[in-house]
């Protein structure tokens, strides 16, 4: 589907504070979803802002810190920190340490994409300590991994509205997501998104404007060579933390120790960062694989997912959306091409529990068919 976007003659941040206040005029609670990330730690000075000004009532106001357990230290003193802020300013501050499933993009080796965060049983090697204040139980979770947090948060926040920080330029999928909802009309139950249309430069100029202490890992990870368009945060097993890894390892022994007791397999990353198996194109991948035969990936797409789907190892999250995959390679044969295969391959073999690769894929492959049709029509007119 076609996504029209439209300028406005607001520029982002007065757009963000007009959404905000207008949100706190609703009649019912209001959820502010905090992560210690950068997109969030926007929202939070925004809110904050308005309610020390006086122009919104902090008592409506619930923040809620989802503790993913495999956090960053500098990302729990941010926690911290703003849990003090919004206390202050008449505001509750929920921390929940819950047993959520979680994604993981490290056990390859025994074929799993998940993990259960503050597992019961398994104290021993949690990689830290939950606050004396935190959430440890829910009457919405009603055993270990029975659901995601964003699963949760639908749940157990449906008598309010939840702001949520989610950006249309970090990804095709949440432009989407924008794209689709009404935001025009947003009721009890339902997610507002303040900062939609903000880019990175304009959350690290307000971060920048503000002199907003952020987490110190963003320096780290950019010191390592992430770019900065890249620059995320979440749980260290998530795929887009495992170059943070990296990092841990080579700098803090400590933390590197908890984590490899909590994740045995997490040297994979160590080893195998710069391989096919963490989906990665860089230079030194490129390097690695340089004479080496070139695959038929349509070909290996086509064994995996019809001839002989039982020779390979698959994990149980992707194994259950194969019917999806094999309706894709069925519907675009003939116009996808080696490299949307090469997607489909990784896909498949090193997992997409949350159908990322899947969502995307369809749409890089129409969008690059519709693009050598025009080319060829152009060609056709010269």
């Known amino acids: 589907m076609p996504i029209k976007v439209v300028e406005g003659s607001m520029n982002v941040l007065d757009a963000a504070i007009t959404r905000v206040r207008n949100v706190f005029k609703n009649d019912c609670k209001i959820y502010l979803s905090f992560s210690s990330g950068k997109d969030s730690l926007c929202m939070a000075s925004i809110v904050y802002d308005l309610i020390r000004a006086g122009e919104i009532d902090g008592t409506k106001l619930t923040v809620t810190f989802i503790d993913e357990e495999g956090l960053y230290p500098s990302m729990v003193e941010a926690a911290h920190r703003w849990r003090r802020n919004f206390l202050s300013a008449g505001a509750k501050f929920l921390w929940f340490c819950l047993p959520f499933k979680q994604v993981s993009v490290i056990d390859h080796l025994s074929s799993s994409e998940s993990w259960i965060t503050w597992e019961p049983g398994k104290e021993d090697v949690w990689m830290r300590k939950p606050p004396d204040f935190a959430i440890m139980y829910s009457p919405y979770l009603h055993y270990p991994g029975e659901m995601n947090y964003q699963t949760f948060c639908g749940k157990a926040f449906a008598d309010g509205i ?185 896909g498949l073999l090193y997992g997409d529990p949350k159908m990322r690769v899947l969502r995307i894929l369809w749409t890089e492959i129409y969008n690059d068919h519709n693009m050598m049709i025009k080319e060829a029509q152009r060609g056709k007119q010269h």
């Open 162 to 346: 939840q702001l949520v920080g989610l950006r249309t330029a970090e990804s095709l999928t949440r432009l989407k997501c924008i794209a689709n909802a009404k935001m025009e009309r947003i009721v009890r139950g339902g997610k507002f998104y303040p900062i939609y249309d903000w880019r990175d430069s304009d959350v690290w100029l307000y971060i920048k404007q503000r002199d907003l202490e952020f987490p110190e890992i963003y320096m780290r990870l950019y010191e390592a060579g992430v770019r900065k368009n890249a620059l995320r945060l979440c749980a260290f097993f998530g795929d887009c933390s495992t170059q943070g890894l990296r990092w841990v390892a080579e700098t803090d022994a400590d933390l590197w120790d908890r984590i490899q007791k909590r994740e045995p397999n997490a040297y994979l990353v160590l080893l195998y960062w710069d391989s096919e198996m963490f989906r990665r194109s860089t230079k030194k991948r490129r390097d690695l694989e340089a004479g080496t035969e070139k695959k038929d990936y349509k070909a290996l797409c086509k064994d995996i997912l019809f001839l002989h789907p039982e020779k390979y190892t698959i994990a149980k999250d992707t194994k259950a959306h194969l019917a999806m995959w094999r309706g894709m390679f069925i519907k675009t044969y003939g116009i996808a091409m080696d490299k949307h295969y090469k997607t489909m391959y990784e």
